[in-house]
């Protein structure tokens, strides 16, 4: 217990030393220990206490909430993404090598603030998830998607720590621009059987979250090859995460679209042959041309599959 405490001492030293002063303060901020317990908690309770609450209940029918939750999102999202061009983007930052700006600069503390509610807006996707366990759509609760949602907070809680700003934000630009897509996808989607016409641009949707992450993988291990004065082991932190959830979302993207449906085949009946013949009386039974009952002997030892 002594060591960990002195652990524990040691890392959050480490934090008041090398963190940005400017977002040591703020909420959720001063360790990253409350954010893991948020994120174990977030599992905890779409993998295990969610279906568990649900497991004798009928699913909740909650469709208005799910058009106003995503309409929401879609503008939080679309927020985001322009907080994040007015932070650098649009006109200040290079996409080549883009340095943490610390200093109290305007633009500079914009983005600062643009990175923490980018930071936030991972909590309040922890609802999708919530949402699919209350309606009993636990097949959406898939492993790709508890790794994202359950990843991001603690990820993204680094880089508001350590570089509010510069190179990184990429990630947040091109992942906010991809939500207000998302969403309105999901929002479109909630209001019922009417808008599946619509709704045709699914498969598409998953193509662009994989763009999205290789445009990442890209821009962010281009600074293994220049100089540039951003933190290398950000560069790795930020590309192995895309790298991740590219070949995560690959791989959904094959087990949905790419893979052939296979028909199902019309189950044959069994036959089991008889080896050997009862009695003199039934075999005199065949040989006379008289059954004495062995034809419905016989039609009785055909076996159907269970379930005809």
């Excluded at 019309?266 to 059954?291: A, D, F």
């Amino acid at each position: 217990m002594a060591l960990i405490l002195q652990y524990i001492n040691d890392m959050q030293g480490f934090m008041d030393k090398y963190g940005d002063p400017r977002t040591n303060q703020w909420f959720l901020m001063s360790s990253p220990i409350p954010t893991f317990l948020i994120c174990l908690s977030y599992v905890y309770l779409v993998k295990v206490l969610g279906p568990r609450f649900m497991e004798n209940r009928k699913p909740f029918e909650l469709k208005n909430v799910l058009i106003v939750y995503n309409f929401l999102q879609v503008l939080f999202s679309a927020w985001l993404f322009y907080e994040s061009l007015m932070g650098g983007w649009l006109k200040y930052y290079s996409l080549r090598c883009q340095p943490v700006d610390y200093s109290d600069n305007p633009v500079a503390t914009r983005m600062v603030h643009a990175c923490w509610w980018y930071y936030f807006s991972k909590f309040t996707e922890f609802f999708d998830t919530i949402f699919f366990v209350l309606r009993k759509k636990f097949d959406h609760v898939s492993t790709l998607h508890v790794i994202h949602h359950g990843v991001m907070p603690m990820s993204v809680w680094f880089g508001v720590k350590f570089t509010p700003g510069g190179h990184s934000t990429f990630f947040g630009l091109l992942n906010t621009f991809v939500h207000i897509i998302m969403y309105t996808y999901y929002m479109l989607a909630a209001m019922g059987p009417q808008m599946r016409r619509y709704l045709w641009w699914k498969k598409y949707l998953t193509t662009l979250q994989m763009v999205q992450f290789i445009g990442i993988m890209v821009h962010a291990f281009q600074l293994l090859f220049i100089d540039c004065d951003y933190p290398r082991a950000f560069v790795w932190w930020i590309g192995m995460h895309a790298v991740m959830f590219f070949f995560l979302f690959k791989d959904f993207y094959n087990q949905s679209y790419s893979k052939p449906k296979v028909r199902a085949k019309s189950p044959q009946p069994v036959t089991t042959e008889i080896k050997e013949v009862y009695k003199n009386g039934l075999k005199n039974g065949y040989t006379n041309g008289h059954t004495n009952g062995a034809g419905a002997f016989v039609r009785a030892r055909t076996v159907l599959p269970a379930g005809n």
